[in-house]
């Protein structure tokens, strides 16, 4: 065997968690581009993993000098990898494919009781933007829902950010406004204020509920934007991401009192 020539694209792509769906192959030539049957070949993976935790495997050619590996299955972290498949003893130039791995997307979603037919006549169903006054205390958010291709996305973490929302311009972290108690903290009611907050894992549902939100006495429009909380992948994917609008209405105005 003198030379390996790839089969199909030499470029591959996997969500994090999940197997490649195509099984790179190379097919085995001599020097006069005949197929040599029974070439060993052998695959090496950096930053991928090969017939379970094996990043290196040597595999037979079949009859027609074809050369598979193993499923491959990327590691946790999203980013590009080189998988390479080279003749015994290092013969002949070495063929490489890339796989990229894609950080997973998940599907966030607000859900409240009416979603499950419980809705409590007590409790009108959910209405956007949030409105509320200023100084006020919206203790009854919505809660979220996480799902990865349909199923709850069970032990996520999300973060919740709170964003200007000024017409014509791009939302951007507020610097006042609306804000959060530092949950961190165990005397709630002398917490910090934050407007960034890392929220627990969600439940066995994939369910969040969002913390108690203050208002603050400033009026105006601002977004909570949850995003699933990745120190690998901190851009997340725009179906990573919910925008929740919201509205501090200003006071009514007083006018003089006529005696």
Do not use: C
Not at 87 to 106: E, W
């Amino acid at each position: 065997m003198t030379r390996l020539e790839p089969l199909g694209s030499r470029e591959l792509d996997a969500e994090v968690g999940h197997s490649v769906a195509r099984r790179p192959q190379v097919r085995a030539l001599d020097a006069h581009g005949h197929l040599v049957p029974g070439a060993r070949v052998t695959f090496r993976g950096d930053g991928v993993r090969l017939a379970g935790e094996a990043n290196t495997v040597t595999v037979t050619a079949d009859r027609g000098g074809i050369a598979t590996a193993p499923a491959l299955r990327p590691g946790d972290h999203p980013g590009r990898f080189t998988l390479t498949a080279t003749a015994p003893g290092g013969r002949g130039p070495a063929v490489d494919f890339t796989v990229t791995v894609l950080p997973a997307l998940y599907r966030l979603e607000l859900w409240d009781q009416a979603h499950e037919g419980h809705q409590d006549p007590q409790r009108p169903p959910l209405s956007l933007p949030l409105k509320a006054g200023p100084d006020s205390l919206l203790s009854e958010l919505p809660s979220v829902r996480v799902t990865r291709n349909g199923r709850p996305a069970a032990g996520l973490r999300i973060a919740v950010t709170v964003l200007t929302a000024v017409k014509g311009e791009k939302p951007v972290p507020a610097l006042d406004g609306p804000f959060f108690r530092n949950q961190d903290e165990t005397e709630a009611e002398h917490a910090r204020p934050v407007r960034s907050l890392l929220l627990p894992p969600t439940d066995a549902d994939g369910r969040i509920t969002l913390p108690p939100l203050h208002t603050g006495p400033r009026p105006g429009s601002y977004i909570l934007r949850l995003s699933t909380h990745s120190e690998d992948a901190p851009a997340a994917p725009s179906g990573n991401v919910l925008d929740i609008p919201l509205t501090v209405t200003s006071p009514p105005a007083t006018g003089p009192r006529i005696s």
